[in-house]
């Protein structure tokens, strides 16, 4: 290569060099950005941003039972407001607030079950959401509960050593599920008599708690091992084990659901199959929430529950949780053996095809078959 032809391409790649450093230097020939598109960057709201209050409700706001509520929203800094609003009500969408428009009524209609409930507004500015509001509410029965007495139409043997847990009638038997360390057992029996016609006793390590029957399936719970334990109905021979995240208690059947207790107001219904939580209920009179829900039985349509510790038996309206009455069962047991401050009242069975109930409790001495009085 000829001396001329080196010295005009090192003075070319001299010339691109110096080029590009004077297009990035911000001189002559630099790309400059556009004012209009660094503005609206600058002014695009960033994901946390705070824009509304929530006035009302206030944390822990109790409501009753279909009726409705305002939700009142407050501009945080004066014309600065969203493009919308999304509000949310126990996980439902109760509507949408525009612009300037900063109060909302949710619907009665969408207030229908007892507990604690959620609601949440969603704060959106230029197609994004900015915001998150929430509050927790409390929702009341709507009604004051009645109080039932009570009137006894017969009594049958029980065995006093059988600490009661949980109380089912089937075809003529009654079974019935146990607790106690040690000495916990499932049993089939003649009500007439006391005859125990079949028994299966619990490995020493469970404590008994309450049992359901599900088609050809007996299940029975245990109180702290969060495990329970499934048998055929005929012949006591357990097929499967069921799993539970929470303390074990009462249970009961409702149509293809299983519905357990744990001690606390709060009702689990169950897929029989997996044993998942298919949904929840909170229970709450008009006053406050009722704890200590123990052994449960469906009868006619309510779900009636033993509250530990008390003579008292709950009537549940299972699709809301609201508790319709209170059974005053105080003074049944007349007998000065049983101390029924400690041995309580638990087990309740229903005979639906002869509309009898029958109620006993922990190592009493008979079984009693009532009608309620107003």
């Known amino acids: 290569m000829k001396a001329e032809t080196k010295r005009y391409f090192a003075f070319s790649a001299l010339a691109l060099i110096l080029l590009w450093l004077i297009s990035c230097s911000g001189k002559p020939g630099a790309v400059k950005p556009d004012p209009e598109t660094a503005r609206t960057e600058k002014e695009e709201p960033a994901l946390n941003e705070k824009m509304l209050s929530l006035v009302v409700p206030a944390e822990n706001d109790g409501l009753h039972l279909g009726s409705g509520f305002k939700v009142s929203l407050a501009a945080i800094k004066a014309g600065v407001l969203p493009d919308s609003s999304g509000i949310y009500y126990d996980g439902i969408h109760a509507g949408t607030l525009k612009g300037n428009q900063l109060e909302f009524t949710i619907s009665h209609s969408l207030i ?26 409390v929702v009341y029965s709507d009604v004051p509960p009645g109080r039932n007495g009570y009137r006894v139409i ?50 020493p390590q469970f404590f008994g708690e309450g049992i359901a029957i599900y088609g050809d399936r007996i299940y029975q719970l245990t109180w702290q091992s969060q495990v329970g334990f499934v048998y055929e109905k005929s012949n006591f021979r357990q097929v499967n084990k069921i799993y539970y995240q929470t303390e074990g208690w009462g249970i009961t059947t ?34 406050a929430k009722v ?21 008292l038996i709950a009537r549940i309206d299972p699709s809301s ?20 401050k400690e041995d309580v009242l638990n087990g309740i069975a229903w005979d639906k095809p002869g509309n009898r109930i029958f109620i006993t409790g922990k190592n009493w001495p008979l079984i009693f078959e009532i009608k309620l009085t107003e």
């Open 112 to 137: 229908t079950r007892t507990g604690r409930k959620a609601l949440k507004i969603s704060v959106f500015k230029s197609g994004r959401q900015v915001q998150t509001l929430t509050r927790t509410l």
């Open 154 to 203: 017969k009594s049958y043997p029980h065995d006093r050593d059988a600490f009661t847990q949980g109380l089912v009638y089937e075809n003529g038997f009654l079974y019935e599920g146990t607790g106690q360390s040690t000495r916990s057992y499932l049993r089939k029996v003649v009500p007439e008599t006391g005859q125990v016609v079949n028994q299966l006793d619990l490995d």
């Open 254 to 287: 409702i149509g293809n659901r299983l519905v357990m207790s744990d001690g606390t107001n709060i009702l689990y219904y169950m897929d029989p199959e997996s044993f998942s939580v298919v949904s929840t209920l909170e229970v709450y009179d008009n006053k």
């Open 291 to 311: 704890e200590k829900l123990n052994e449960l039985e469906y009868i006619n349509g309510e779900i009636w529950a033993n509250i530990w510790q008390t003579d």
């Open 321 to 340: 949780g609201k508790v319709i009455a209170y059974i005053d069962l105080a003074g049944i047991l007349k007998d000065p053996h049983t101390d029924t």
